[in-house]
C-alpha cells in the first residue's frame, strides 16, 4: 500500500469497457428481460469472445451487466439503460471520441498555448491534428455531429439540467405569448419543455446545420416550433425576438467567446427583449464537500 499516494493513481482503464459497450452496441445484442453468453455476444457484435468476457466483466465492476452464474450474462439497470435509452449510447459516444482524447492533451495545450483563450488552441486541436475549432469540426462528420446534439439533448432532459425552475420563477410576462429564440438548442430538449409550459409562446430552435437536419418536431407543437441552422458567432439572424435563451451554452466557452455569443445577439434586440441565460454556476469555496464539488468543476 502506498498510502495516501494511493489516491493519487487514477485507473487509466475506466472508460474502456464502456466505450466498448457503446461502439460493438454491447447492451443491445440480447433483450433487456433475458440472458446471454459470452460466445452468443461475442457472435452477435463481430468480436473475440475472450474481448467479450474481459470488456464485459470490466464494465460488471461498475455495475453494467451481471454474471448470475458462471459465463451468464444478464442486464442490470444501467445495462438496461444503454440498450433502451438512444441518447445514453449517443452521449457515451460523445464522451469516448471527443472529450476524453481531448483531455488527455489538455495539459498539453496549456503549455503550447500559455493563457490563450482561442477555441482552436486546445487539448482538442492538439487529440484531433487540427486548427480548427471542435464544434466546427464535429460539423464537418454528419454522424459526429449528430450524435453530438443527441448528446446535448440527453444532458438537457436529465433533472438537474432542467429548466423548470427557471420556467416557473421567471416574470414571462407579455414573453410568455411572444416569440423565443433558443440559442444552441440542440434537438431542441428543452425548446419542448417550454412550450408545453406556456402554451401561447412560439419558438425557434438554433444550432449547427449537423445538428437540426432531419429533427422531428412533435405533433403538438408543429405550429409553434422551428428549427433553424445557425452559428452563434455569428450575428443573430432573427430580429425582433422578445426573448433569446441560452441554456447551458456558455460554459463551454472562454470568457472571450462566452462575450461574443453574448454581443451577437445585441444588434437583434428590440426595446424590452431578454436576454435569459440557464447555466452552471460554481459554489463558493469550501461551501460543498469535495465529493460534491468535484461533480461541479
Not at 474481459?54 to 464494465?59: E, P, Q, V
Not at 487539448?123 to 459526429?144: C, E, F, H, Q, W
Not at 406556456?198 to 449547427?208: F, G, N, T
Amino acid at each position: 500500500m502506498l498510502g495516501p499516494a494511493e489516491s493519487l493513481v487514477p485507473p487509466p482503464n475506466s472508460w474502456i469497457s464502456v466505450t466498448a459497450l457503446q461502439r460493438f452496441h454491447i447492451a443491445k445484442s440480447f433483450p433487456p428481460n433475458s440472458t446471454s453468453t459470452f460466445s452468443k455476444i461475442a457472435e452477435a457484435c463481430s468480436i473475440p469472445e475472450s474481448d467479450a468476457r474481459s470488456l464485459i466483466r470490466h464494465a460488471m465492476s461498475f455495475y453494467i451487466f451481471h454474471e448470475p452464474s458462471p459465463g451468464v450474462v444478464a442486464h442490470t439497470a444501467s445495462s438496461r439503460a444503454l440498450a433502451r435509452i438512444p441518447p445514453v449510447e449517443d452521449f457515451i459516444g460523445f464522451i469516448s471520441e471527443e472529450m476524453l482524447p481531448a483531455s488527455t492533451r489538455l495539459v498539453d495545450a496549456m503549455i503550447k498555448w500559455l493563457g490563450s483563450q482561442e477555441s482552436n488552441e486546445t487539448g482538442y486541436a492538439l487529440a484531433n491534428g487540427t486548427d480548427v475549432p471542435m464544434m466546427k469540426y464535429i460539423s464537418k462528420d454528419a454522424r459526429r455531429a449528430q450524435q453530438m446534439g443527441r448528446a446535448m439533448s440527453f444532458l438537457k432532459s436529465r433533472p438537474s439540467e432542467s429548466v423548470q425552475r427557471v420556467l416557473e420563477s421567471f416574470a414571462w410576462g407579455n414573453a410568455a405569448e411572444g416569440l423565443l429564440v433558443d440559442v444552441g438548442g440542440a434537438k431542441g430538449t428543452v425548446a419542448f419543455e417550454l412550450l408545453r409550459f406556456l402554451p401561447k409562446i412560439k419558438c425557434i430552435v438554433q444550432d449547427q446545420t449537423e445538428v437540426v437536419k432531419d429533427t422531428e418536431t412533435p405533433d403538438d407543437l408543429q405550429e409553434r416550433l422551428s428549427f433553424m441552422a445557425h452559428d452563434f458567432f455569428q450575428e443573430q439572424p432573427v430580429k425582433g425576438a422578445d426573448t433569446y435563451l441560452l441554456s447551458n451554452v456558455l460554459h463551454d466557452w472562454s470568457d472571450k467567446h462566452a462575450a461574443q455569443i453574448i454581443g451577437n445577439l445585441v444588434p437583434a434586440l428590440k426595446k424590452g427583449a431578454r436576454v435569459v441565460v440557464c447555466d452552471r454556476c460554481l459554489p463558493a469555496p469550501c461551501k460543498l464537500s469535495p465529493y460534491q464539488e468535484r461533480k461541479q468543476r
